[in-house]
T-cell receptor
């Protein structure tokens, strides 16, 4: 049973480009969460999605960031026109239906903006 | 408000017990968690405790919760070098987001 999968593991983008981060939840999990970890800091919540629905986006920056979790396929976190301050590790977590108190994390995508 | 605090570093000798502490501010927290992060890796869920419990034990791990003082601790018995990592406590008020502490870097020396 594969765990939460994220790709790419490392992503380098120049300022102004777009970054697309993918997350495939664990098999049978229908809830996805995205978190951001800045260097030497803890994780900060960004967004919580269920299939085709955004449940809580209170941690998402108002501009340039968007997330989706389509009926088929992985969840996507999209960052448009990246800036140096977007450099961070982005983690995805998933949880099963009815058991959202257990969140299982993927290995993360480390985004570097040059 | 939402704020979870941890001390930044802990250094212990192999074979000793480690105690990592955490304080939180939101008394309505439902679940409290301990996660382990090794260098360059994601977070591994170690254990969690429901807010109406005082203690939970799982092999070498013991979690103590003092709800009155909003204090959570993780004790690792017989600490090994493989336990060296960053340990995060986290709280949640429902089935939504986790609020993480800043992490405690545990270093185990021989």
């Amino acid at each position: 049973n594969a765990g939460v999968m994220q790709n790419p593991r490392h992503l380098v983008r120049r300022r102004g480009q777009e970054a697309r981060l993918r997350c495939s939840p664990m098999k049978g999990h229908s809830h996805v969460y995205w978190y951001r970890q800045l260097p030497e800091e803890g994780l900060k919540f960004m967004v919580y999605l269920q299939k085709e629905n955004i449940i809580d986006e209170s941690g998402m920056p108002k501009e340039r960031f968007s997330a989706e979790f389509p009926k088929e396929g992985p969840s996507i976190l999209r960052i448009q026109q990246v800036v140096r301050g977007d450099s961070a590790a982005y983690f995805c977590a998933s949880s099963p239906e009815g058991g959202s108190y257990e969140q299982y994390f993927g290995p993360g995508t480390r985004l570097t903006v040059t | 408000g939402e704020d979870v605090e941890q001390s930044l570093f802990l250094s212990v000798r192999e074979g000793d017990s480690s105690v990592i502490n955490c304080t939180y501010t939101d008394s309505s927290s439902t679940y409290l968690y301990w996660y382990k992060q090794e260098p360059g890796a994601g977070l591994q869920l170690l254990t969690y405790i429901f807010s109406n419990m005082d203690m939970k034990q799982d092999q070498r791990l013991t979690v103590l919760l003092n709800k009155k003082d909003k204090h959570l601790s993780l004790r690792i018995a017989d600490t090994q070098t493989g336990d060296s990592a960053i340990y995060f406590c986290a709280e949640s008020m429902d089935t939504d987001k986790l609020i993480f502490g800043t992490g405690t870097r545990l270093q185990v020396f021989p």
